[in-house]
């Protein structure tokens, strides 16, 4: 049996008497079903956003094959945390580790990034993988907390129509939001035009697309297909979801050669041909979507930690 809200509700409880002004974070292991208690997920999200209205976040670490991996997903996103997979005992100590690293090097919360489109400019979507809202004139993405030496790319999907006029145009505002930690505790935000260099069409065919958002868009929807593909897998088509992977990895490889990131898009690619490979009713099981489900998360998180 497993009471995995009377245990959580007990770490939040505790944490409650810490000062307001500290930083208190739920660390959520579980190796099964919610079963006992409060166990449906549209409760147990809108507990976790509660609690986070009151100063205490949560991350969750699912262990093993048979843990409810939507409903740990959903509390971490609701509670502002982090979302982990402990395949094995061996993968914990890591976790664990990044865990209380983040807490040490935290240097802003509930950030976030609007993005406000011109009149003319259409908004198409965000490859990654946050929280986005709809405000007025535009979207809001939320990236929780931000951390020392780390480096977040978002990625936004605009649709620019054809002008008369070229030269510099305004297409968007971006507008950051983040409350600073440590000596200061404030809100802030910057605003940033965002501009583009429209030319003709005979100057674009001989300009070639910058490579590091070609890189990123690549990486982004390789996660897309690996989500794609578990959907599909869910529904019984295995030979779609295996298309799919096979896919996206081809695309990583292509995009590889030549790439200063290379080593990070193979890697990519190889993890996501080892999964289509288990698209087979003898082989795709709990635990392969599991791997489905966290790769594709981690990998539209874009979360990414510079050399120190």
Known sequence: MTNLSGGWLKGAET??????????????????????????TPSL??????????????????FGERFAEDLMTAMADAGGGAAHFAETPDDAPAIFAQEFSDLVTLVAQNVSVELRPEPEVRFLGVLNEFPAVAVEGGVQVQLGDAFGQERRRVVFQLHVPSVAALGAQRV??????????????????????LTVNLVSADEAAATSPDAEVTEEVVILSSAQAGKRAREL?????????????REAA???????????????????????????????????????????????????ESRRRREP
């Not at 999200?45 to 991350?59: C, F, K, L, W």
């Not at 897998?233 to 992977?245: I, K, M, N, P, S």
């Open 233 to 245: 897998a869910d529904d019984g088509d295995l030979e779609g979801a295996l298309r799919t992977l």
């Open 15 to 40: 944490l409650s008497a810490a000062p307001a002004d500290s930083l208190r974070r739920v660390v959520l292991l579980s190796d099964g079903i919610a079963n006992v208690g409060i166990n449906d």
């Open 172 to 193: 968007a505002e971006v507008v950051l939001r983040y409350v600073s930690v440590g000596q200061e505790v404030a809100h802030h935000e910057v605003r940033i035009p």
């Open 45 to 62: 999200r809108q507990m976790a956003e509660r609690t986070r209205a009151q100063g205490v976040t949560t991350s969750t670490v699912g």
């Open 250 to 300: 081809r695309r990583l490889s292509a995009t590889a050669q030549g790439s200063a990131r290379a080593e990070e898009l193979l890697e990519q690619a190889e993890f996501w041909q080892t999964r289509a490979m288990s698209m087979a009713p003898e082989t795709y099981d709990l635990l392969e979507r599991k791997r489905l489900l966290y790769r594709e998360r981690t990998t539209r």
